[in-house]
């Protein structure tokens, strides 16, 4: 068995995200079976859940709003190829920023407020990364290992925060930070639901970015420098200098991710925030294909099915944990169907 | 026009390919070619790149699997798609970049694979009695426990001969052997083949340098765009008849008409540069060039050419000395200020340097002005860039489906024609041009050199760097030779001769050359 490059790209290459999900879902039905259950029903469930109503809607986009934020954060770091895998504490930086100045430090009307909170968020985040991205450059020291230990070291500083100097008197002795004053508290876009602005904003990030990358000097030196280092420096492009700005703003998004969860989906900081979501936002990324347009259809998609998962195993007897499953079945299958649309198998 | 020769159908037919046909999608890197090869013959197989030699040859030595035909040694088939079997029936196969490791000597680089796995104690005698009987033989000269990494490139090149025949090899298969080695070290080679020859070995010699192949071979089998267009005796061919086979029409190469030089536009002066990883130490160079001149750089891959262009594209600096342009010292690596003072650069490895493969041809073209394109600096000026792009393709050549393309759909000389198209747009002063012709066709060498004629023509100075020894001798007015970070001459080219270039390239200093100062 070998692999053939194609000289062209096929017809069904445009489908083949769809042919991807369609066989993610195929396989976990075997798994739905060997539960006990009929895989239709599941899957009617879990799409009942996660777009059946306009409720479920709504919550389907709540979930998406992080993972858009963290999923853009991966997408620009990983187009330049730095691997920031540290997506995770740069959100939760960005969380205690915006707890830090959100809860009573400074008072300013909402339309200063929430652009303060977000821009000091995506300062925090960016600062994250300054360290890794220093190592990176002038000492070579891989990037993976840096952004992904310092997660940790922000979690258990978030812990040293809630459990000690930030507690909330008033939270009955849970490990919550004191309360989002409410000029920074983000307002809800429908009523009667979760979502709130923090989705706009994401969303108009996705087109930011995407206009940056296609049509700035800075978009064509990140490109250059991603594909092509080696070129990049020879056509004078200040490599170095390139990583950096990428790593800043891929920190700053991830930072703001964390601004808009305190601000507007809890209201108060706890050490459960994010279950992930700067992981889950590299799956994302690799979903949307590090496009950043994608990042917002493939965000919606595994929040939906997170949330879909959830009413699933209320309606019939399978653990939520199917999500997990489905969303790395879907993510293997893209990948699969990445390479088989640039490459054709021949079997001998 | 295949013609049946004698030899065909003669019966010490050492190795035998029927009507082999390869295809790649759409492609036919092999349409239908059948060859045989004698005991004790040199068969040269010619041809440009990208004419299938390489296809060919992965094919009889089990890398790829043909779709048609079957081959045969000594007169049984081999079995398709297995480089052991191959191997076993004697297919020996020296490539065109060693396959060594430098960390090993030479003994173990030679037995390395031939020994099982599990034994507890290696047969060293044995080995060394066999390495020994087979220089003896062939006359390859070597030193059994010097290290690899410490050989020069012709004795590499004896380790992976021997390696092949330390297999058993009775078919040696030759793959470009002279594009790493001095004229001197090539002449050597090739006493050494014919001394193989007459030992009774057959070879086949891969090449498109054709005063090679009319030195060494018996027979030459010219491929074109995949077919078989012709196979003549090399006592009845001659250098225009070959060249004319293997590009399939008439033959000429550009000529640097003389120019009277004006004003000094480059200038190297006591320039030293300390070795690193990546590029290899400068002693003491002293170098200029003027206006209406071409200087030409030759030397063998790695004596510090890299450094002298990484210098003069503006990667870095000397550690001591000046790096001169126009008239004004230059302080600060700065590729984009040097493309601003009007210098055009050509890249050494164009598919990793010059182009980002990913990005489109327009893209690529304003590669090294992107900022001063820009609209307000920020916004690039895509219509503009796709307009000029549009133009480019055409004045150049490129063949492309148009300024979107993706760079790494062109072939290496559309690729370079895109590289000229961004310098030469820019109407550079200076021009700093690394190996520019290197593994081009003809058809893009002539439109390489022709370029770089016409901007001297019209009164750039510009540096060459080549190890095409033909081509430095065409073009410059003077040429200088690199050796071990150092600069011999530049001497006016009447001055010189290739068998002058070569001793000067192999470090022997030559005996005339404070006459020839």
Known sequence: MRLELRENVPAFSRLSPILALLSAFLLCSLLIIWAGESPLNAYWALIKGAVGSSFAITESLTRATPLIFTGLAAAVAFRAKFWNIGAEGQLYCGAMMATWIGTGMINLPPLLMIPTLFIAGAVAGGLMLLLPVLLKTHLKVDEVVTTLLLNFVVLLFVSLLLEGPWKDPMSMGWPQAEPIIDAGVLPTIVAKSRLHIGFIIAVCLAVAIWLILKYTVWGYEIRAVGHNPKAAAFFGIPVNSSVFLVAMMSGGLAGMGGVSEVAGLKGYLTLDISPGFGYTGIAVAMLAQLRPLAVIPAAIFLASVYVGADAMSRAVNIPNYIADVLVSVSLLAILVSNMLTRYRIIWR | ?517
């Open chain 2, 1 to 517: 026009m295949m013609t049946d020769t004698p030899i065909s159908s003669q019966t010490n037919c050492r190795l035998k390919l029927s009507n082999i046909t390869k295809r790649f999608g759409s492609l036919v890197a092999n349409d239908n070619i059948s060859l045989s090869l004698a005991a004790g013959e040199v068969l040269a197989i010619l041809g440009e790149n990208g004419a299938g030699k390489t296809t060919l040859m992965n094919i009889l030595f089990g890398h790829y699997v043909s779709e048609e035909g079957s081959i045969e040694v000594n007169g049984e088939p081999l079995p398709p798609g297995q480089p052991q079997a191959s191997l076993k029936q004697g297919i020996g196969m020296v490539h065109q970049h060693f396959t060594l490791a430098d960390n090993l000597s030479v003994l173990d680089n030679i037995t390395l694979g031939t020994e099982p796995l599990f034994q507890l104690y290696r047969n060293d005698k044995a080995a060394r009695r066999r390495l020994a009987e087979l220089s003896e033989r062939f006359g390859l000269v070597i030193k059994p426990d010097t290290l690899v990494a410490n050989l020069s490139v012709g004795e590499k090149q004896r380790v992976e001969i021997l390696k092949a025949l330390y297999r058993g090899a009775s078919v040696l298969i030759l793959d470009e052997p002279t594009a790493v080695l001095t004229p001197q070290e090539a002449q050597q080679l090739f006493s050494i083949l014919k001394q193989m020859v007459a030992e009774g070995l057959s070879i086949i010699f891969i090449s498109h340098k054709l005063h090679e192949i009319l030195a060494v071979s018996d027979r030459v089998m010219v491929l074109r765009g995949g077919k078989m267009v012709g196979e003549v005796f090399t006592k009845d061919a001659s250098k225009a008849s070959l060249a004319e086979l293997m590009v399939g029409r008439k033959v000429t190469r550009p000529k640097a008409l003389p120019l009277a030089t004006g004003k000094r536009v480059m200038a190297l002066q006591n320039v030293q540069l300390k070795a690193t990883p990546n590029l290899a130490a400068l002693e003491n160079i002293n170098l200029d060039v003027h206006q209406n001149e071409i200087v030409g750089i030759a030397g063998v891959a790695g004596n510090g050419q890299s450094s002298l262009a990484a210098i003069m594209n503006g990667q870095t600096l000397p550690d001591s000395g000046e790096f001169r342009l126009f008239d004004k010292a230059i302080k600060q690596a700065d590729p984009r200020a040097l493309v601003g003072l009007k210098v055009g650069r050509i890249p050494e490895d164009r598919g990793a340097e010059g182009v980002v493969g990913e990005m489109t041809v327009w893209e690529n073209l304003i590669a090294e002005k992107v900022r001063t394109q820009a609209k307000r600096g920020i916004f690039i000026n895509q219509s503009e860039a796709r307009q000029e792009a549009k133009q480019l393709i055409e004045q150049y050549d490129i063949r492309c489906e148009g300024p979107n393309a993706e760079t790494r759909l062109l072939s290496g000389g559309n690729i370079q024609k895109l590289i000229l198209a961004r310098n030469f747009s820019n109407n550079p002063h200076f021009i700093i041009a690394n190996q520019p012709i290197r593994g081009l066709d003809e058809g893009a060498i002539s439109f390489v050199q022709e370029k770089l004629l016409e901007a001297r023509q019209s009164g750039a100075g510009i540096i060459l760097i080549s190890e095409d020894l033909d081509e430095l001798f065409q073009v410059s007015d003077r040429i200088a030779v690199m050796f071990d970070g150092q600069l011999r001459g530049p001497y006016p080219v009447a001055q010189l001769d290739v068998q002058k270039v070569g001793l000067m390239m192999s470090g022997e200093i030559l005996a005339d050359e404070v006459q020839l100062t």
